[in-house]
């Protein structure tokens, strides 16, 4: 429906969204700062928000900035 009536080339809302097509600001800057800083830090931590804020799509980023070898996309467990 949208991408007929508005001549777009792809679905405008996607469950799957590339990485590189996502709008960052200083939210999420911070974000993947401190999410950096545990995974070096090999800490455990708990991201909780109230629904729509980004939290899905922080964790998204996150995952696409770790080198594929460091965890397993289908469990998402970082290793030791």
């Known amino acids: ?36 800083y545990l995974l070096h830090s090999g800490s455990i931590a708990v991201l909780y928000g109230q629904t729509g804020v980004g939290k899905s799509t922080l964790l998204k980023l996150f995952l696409s900035q770790i080198p594929k070898t460091c965890f397993s996309p289908s469990t998402s467990i970082l290793p030791t």
């Open 1 to 36: 429906m949208f991408t007929s009536h508005f001549s777009m080339t792809t679905q405008p809302f996607s469950e799957r969204i590339n990485t590189s097509l996502i709008m960052k600001d200083e939210r999420f800057t911070q974000g993947l700062a401190r999410l950096q």
